[in-house]
């Protein structure tokens, strides 16, 4: 078993092989951001204080325009979006919805935002415990998705709630700053270009959980499915350096357009609990990995590999005593159902960091440490994963790498048809 890189190891996995792309464009999701609760029920990072903005919480929002910056792995030249609102508990009314590209704060580039559609009206009403896709929105900037003065630009998505939108669908740990209107503000502002309107500041996302870009076909896209590690605790506010960013960076630098990834961690989640979860009875954490495993990873688009690095939280002291052989089963029954739905989907495993006397006061216990070095050793030899990422400690005078990263068992070129001799792993 020899050493590689991470981006070598899940670029040979998730990479398609060169070659023209059809004409026949097709959607493929390109930004995500777990619907995980109703606001505040999260492990927010960098949150200014929303009492002004929200003063119930329970109440929600209410006439209220929402603009949520998101930075999608690949531009298309039209865009579709899915808006939730899976934990609430009345319907929500949405309208003025537009989608523009950011220019800096909350002001949008001259000419880019156009509206939104949902099923040819400029409003809809989301259910409890439902999403909605929206019609598709030409976006007028993007001439072509492999064009790299697109590197680094951010959509904007204004959204107005009519009335009161009683508890928000959200997701806690956006590390990136968007911005919100005062109660009662008038709802012409999401068509407005400059962000005078918006007051207010949050680094959290609202009923916005997914965005698909039209995408030559072969487009590959990697969901990154996880906890607090890969949602991003401790990386920097909009600097957009989660793992999951930086390994998009560099599949893009070698692959271009034609890779994608995308972030489904929540901070705080585990595999397998809390056994249940509602907008009456949340969890900080999340829906457990199990529960969420349709709305995040099954229904979005053009899924090809997934990338599930998880199991900290379940062991920890805020895991209710879960055992190894617990998550493991819990592990064996999500991936045998991305497999029955996903035919041809590949499926990497990761070991957990070590986390022996960690500061953080729910972690760092010797049983918990016995805990995951067993689950490690399963990750490392269970049939279940086409390959394994293994996080291993290494600190030594000539390595000073913390991240040895191994594949086994695995002929990524031949699993991908591509017929190269020379890049094999075992």
């Known amino acids: 078993m020899r050493s590689v890189r991470l981006a070598g190891l899940l670029a040979a996995v998730i990479a398609c092989a060169p070659g023209a792309h059809a004409q026949t464009p097709n959607w493929v999701t390109s930004w995500t951001g777990s619907a995980q609760g109703p606001y505040p029920i999260g492990n927010a990072s960098a949150q200014p204080n929303l009492s002004f903005a929200f003063p119930n919480p329970a109440a929600g929002a209410r006439d209220q325009t929402f603009r949520l910056i998101v930075h999608p792995g690949l531009w298309g030249r039209s865009a579709r979006l899915r808006l939730s609102n899976a934990y609430g508990t009345q319907p929500v009314t949405l309208d003025h919805v537009f989608a523009g590209e950011q220019a800096i704060a909350g002001t949008l580039v001259r000419q880019s935002n156009a509206p939104v559609a949902f099923g040819g009206q400029a409003s809809v009403t989301v259910q ?29 998505i204004s959204l107005h709630v009519a009335g009161q939108s009683g508890p928000m669908t959200w997701h806690a740990k956006a590390l990136t700053t968007s911005y919100v209107t005062a109660p009662g503000a008038d709802a012409a502002a999401a068509a407005e270009e400059g962000d005078d309107a918006f007051p207010f500041a949050t680094a959290s996302w609202y009923f916005l959980d997914a965005v698909d870009m039209d995408a030559p076909a072969g487009t590959k896209l990697a969901v990154a499915f996880g906890d607090s590690i890969t949602d991003g605790t401790a ?20 692959y271009g357009s034609r890779v994608v990834v995308v972030n489904q961690g929540i901070g705080g989640n585990r595999i397998i609990g809390p056994a249940s979860y509602t907008p009456e009875k949340p969890f900080a954490g999340g829906p457990a990995a199990q529960q969420r495993l349709d709305r995040d990873i099954l229904q979005l ?19 209710e005593g879960a055992t190894p052989e617990q998550v493991e089963a819990g592990v064996k029954e999500v991936v045998e159902r991305l497999r029955a739905r996903l035919p041809g989907v590949k499926i990497i495993g990761a070991t957990l960091t070590p986390n022996l006397h960690s500061t953080n006061p729910e972690h760092g216990s010797d049983e918990e440490n016995a805990k995951v070095l067993a689950y490690n050793d399963f990750v490392r030899t269970t049939k279940l994963f086409d390959a394994v990422v293994d996080l291993c400690l290494l600190i030594s005078p000539v390595d000073l790498e913390c991240l040895a990263l191994r594949v086994r068992r695995l002929d990524v070129t031949l699993m991908l048809g591509i017929q190269s001799g020379d890049d094999r792993a075992s």
């Not at 409890?128 to 951010?154: C, I, M, N």
């Open 301 to 319: 688009s053009g899924v090809s590999s997934v990338i599930w690095m998880e199991g900290t939280n379940d062991f920890g002291k805020g895991g």
């Open 128 to 156: 409890p415990e439902q999403s909605v896709w929206s019609d598709p929105v030409s976006l007028p900037f993007v001439h072509d998705s492999a064009d790299p003065t697109l590197t680094g630009r951010k959509l904007a």
């Open 235 to 254: 990386s920097t506010l909009n600097g957009d350096d989660r793992w999951p960013d930086v390994l998009a960076r560099r599949l893009q630098a070698q």
